[in-house]
């Protein structure tokens, strides 16, 4: 209904709307990037849809620690839409923002709930975190990191992202489950909704195969339309409904930062920013590279796209919700033709309208995002080719990158083993003067890192 409506604001000739049409054009450069308006809204959607899920699953989550689950949401949808809406905007890209999954778990089970940390003061550690971020920022230390990793590694980032969503995916939909004999295993046809999956996934396919314009977005609308016909999808008993209030998490985190006085709290301090700080990088190069934006291994405007990503975060820790980085259900709306900051600005607005229309959030169910989640995946993949697998030194390294991002469910523990093992196999090939100062300061952090997680 809405993407219609935009459809018909600015077909329009000869009129206001118009102009503003070319406006947006130019701003966004559409026209040398090979895409349009129509696109590009289509791509801002089916991200959104990607991601929807986050509205309901973060207050879930955060829940666990005792925050109030109404304010959660609220904090959610503002803090997704600022920091898609300044990332299409300020950098330009179509990477949609929102707080993290397995990090948001860290701070409810593992800070709250397992070492007893009231969640104000968690809270307090994400600002923190997110201030020490935008100070590695302003510094270039971010930029100089991401510019730093060898071209091969980038590829396995993005392959091992692919591999992780569409492990997601299959997850989501019931079609790969947990098994207490084999760790995971295939879901039970006997389920609807597993067959609804296997449907949307069939669809999905098909249309991606025979390249119809969107068919990852035409996908879901057909999956949605089949799980409310059968009843496999309820439908919403209303369409609007008014925002939850903010007041119960709103700047509670400014007004604690002085409870953060432990070494063990500055411990919880310093896994929000490593943790955030390797998967949104990952993520970013991950779906820089999917969309093309990658030449001569150097990323563009990276600077602004992490600026845009630490004030997202800074201002989700004051709304009252865990750290927000970039999102890889991003690359669903990169897989139907986004290749601007439109469609960010788009997913960011669809965002604010949902602290409004939640009730139709409903119907996107994890069967419904699940086979985009799984084609997409196939997408990103489709960078491994590129790896110099008989390259030993470097196949072994970029093999633990994707392998390691769906094994551990962390694309930032992914990225760990890989950077780890890289400049070892570099060394034993007599390689090592090739390796960057940088990516051995890495293999230090990231010894650290495993370590303080793992092990202290």
Same mark, same amino acid.
């Given at each position: 209904?809405?993407?219609?409506?935009m459809? $018909?604001?600015?077909?329009?000739?000869?009129?206001?709307?118009?102009?503003?049409?070319?406006?947006?054009?130019?701003?966004?450069?559409?026209?040398?990037?090979?895409?349009?308006?129509?696109?590009?809204?289509?791509?801002?959607?089916?991200?959104?849809?990607?991601?929807?899920?986050? /509205?309901?699953?973060?207050?879930?989550?955060?829940?666990?620690?005792?925050?109030?689950?109404?304010?959660?949401?609220?904090?959610?949808? /503002?803090?997704?839409?600022?920091?898609?809406?300044?990332?299409?905007?300020?950098?330009?890209?179509?990477?949609?923002?929102?707080?993290?999954?397995?990090?948001?778990?860290?701070?409810?089970?593992?800070?709250?709930?397992?070492?007893?940390?009231?969640w104000?003061?968690?809270?307090?550690?994400?600002?923190?975190a997110?201030?020490?971020?935008?100070?590695?920022?302003?510094?270039?230390?971010?930029?100089?990191?991401?510019?730093?990793?060898?071209?091969?590694?980038?590829?396995?980032?993005?392959?091992?992202?692919?591999?992780?969503?569409?492990?997601?995916?299959?997850?989501?939909?019931?079609i790969?489950?947990?098994?207490?004999?084999?760790?995971?295993?295939?879901? $039970?046809?006997?389920? @609807?909704?597993?067959?609804?999956?296997?449907? @949307?996934?069939?669809?999905?396919?098909?249309?991606?195969?025979?390249?119809?314009?969107g068919?990852?977005?035409?996908?879901?609308?057909?999956?949605?339309?089949?799980?409310?016909?059968?009843?496999?999808?309820?439908?919403?008993?209303?369409?609007?409904?008014?925002?939850?209030?903010?007041?119960?998490?709103?700047f509670?985190?400014?007004?604690?930062?002085?409870?953060?006085?432990?070494?063990?709290?500055?411990?919880?301090?310093?896994?929000?920013?490593?943790?955030?700080?390797?998967?949104?990088?990952?993520? /970013?190069?991950?779906?820089?590279?999917?969309?093309?934006?990658?030449?001569?291994?150097?990323?563009?405007?990276?600077?602004?796209?992490?600026?845009?990503?630490?004030?997202?975060?800074?201002?989700?820790?004051?709304?009252?919700?865990?750290?927000?980085?970039?999102?890889?259900?991003? $690359?669903?709306?990169?897989?139907?033709?986004?290749?601007s900051?439109?469609?960010?600005?788009?997913?960011?607005?669809?965002f604010?309208? $949902?602290?409004?229309?939640?009730?139709?959030?409903?119907?996107?169910?994890?069967?419904?995002?699940?086979p985009?989640?799984i084609?997409?995946?196939?997408?990103?993949?489709?960078? /491994?080719?590129?790896?110099?697998?008989?390259?030993?030194?470097?196949?072994i390294?970029?093999?633990?990158?994707?392998?390691?991002?769906?094994?551990?469910?962390s694309?930032?523990?992914?990225?760990?083993?890989g950077?780890?093992?890289?400049?070892?196999?570099?060394?034993?090939?007599?390689?090592?003067?090739?390796?960057?100062?940088?990516?051995?300061?890495?293999?230090?952090?990231?010894?650290?890192?495993?370590?303080i997680?793992?092990v202290?």
């Amino acid at each position: 209904m809405i993407y219609a409506a935009m459809e $018909s604001f600015f077909r329009k000739e000869g009129s206001w709307r118009m102009r503003m049409k070319e406006k947006v054009s130019h701003y966004f450069e559409l026209q040398s990037l090979h895409t349009t308006v129509r696109t590009e809204v289509l791509a801002g959607f089916t991200t959104f849809i990607s991601m929807a899920y986050i /509205l309901f699953v973060n207050p879930s989550v955060l829940g666990a620690s005792g925050m109030d689950q109404g304010a959660v949401f609220t904090a959610t949808a /503002l803090a997704s839409a600022l920091g898609s809406i300044l990332m299409g905007v300020y950098a330009k890209y179509p990477i949609a923002t929102a707080p993290a999954l397995g990090i948001n778990a860290f701070f409810a089970y593992s800070v709250c709930v397992g070492m007893g940390v009231p969640w104000e003061t968690a809270l307090a550690g994400v600002f923190i975190a997110s201030v020490l971020f935008i100070f590695i920022t302003i510094f270039k230390l971010r930029e100089l990191i991401i510019q730093a990793i060898p071209t091969d590694l980038k590829f396995a980032i993005s392959g091992g992202i692919g591999l992780f969503i569409a492990f997601l995916g299959l997850n989501e939909g019931g079609i790969i489950v947990a098994n207490d004999s084999t760790l995971v295993g295939l879901g $039970s046809l006997s389920v @609807g909704t597993t067959w609804l999956t296997i449907f @949307g996934l069939t669809v999905t396919a098909i249309l991606m195969i025979r390249k119809v314009p969107g068919g990852v977005f035409i996908g879901m609308v057909a999956t949605t339309v089949l799980g409310l016909l059968t009843g496999l999808i309820q439908a919403p008993t209303q369409i609007m409904s008014a925002a939850p209030s903010l007041k119960p998490t709103f700047f509670v985190a400014l007004k604690h930062v002085g409870d953060i006085n432990s070494v063990q709290l500055w411990v919880v301090v310093l896994t929000f920013l490593l943790v955030t700080f390797f998967d949104t990088a990952g993520t /970013l190069v991950g779906l820089a590279n999917q969309a093309g934006f990658i030449k001569d291994n150097q990323m563009p405007r990276v600077g602004k796209a992490l600026a845009a990503d630490s004030t997202a975060m800074l201002a989700g820790s004051l709304f009252g919700t865990s750290p927000v980085g970039a999102y890889v259900e991003s $690359s669903s709306g990169i897989a139907v033709g986004g290749r601007s900051g439109l469609t960010a600005v788009m997913t960011g607005i669809l965002f604010l309208l $949902s602290l409004f229309f939640s009730p139709l959030l409903s119907v996107v169910t994890s069967q419904v995002t699940a086979p985009a989640l799984i084609v997409v995946g196939v997408l990103m993949a489709q960078s /491994l080719k590129n790896i110099h697998w008989e390259s030993m030194e470097i196949a072994i390294p970029a093999f633990l990158i994707l392998l390691g991002m769906p094994l551990t469910y962390s694309i930032s523990d992914g990225i760990a083993l890989g950077f780890i093992f890289y400049p070892i196999t570099m060394i034993a090939a007599k390689r090592g003067k090739e390796v960057s100062p940088v990516m051995y300061a890495l293999f230090f952090v990231f010894v650290g890192f495993m370590w303080i997680l793992n092990v202290a």
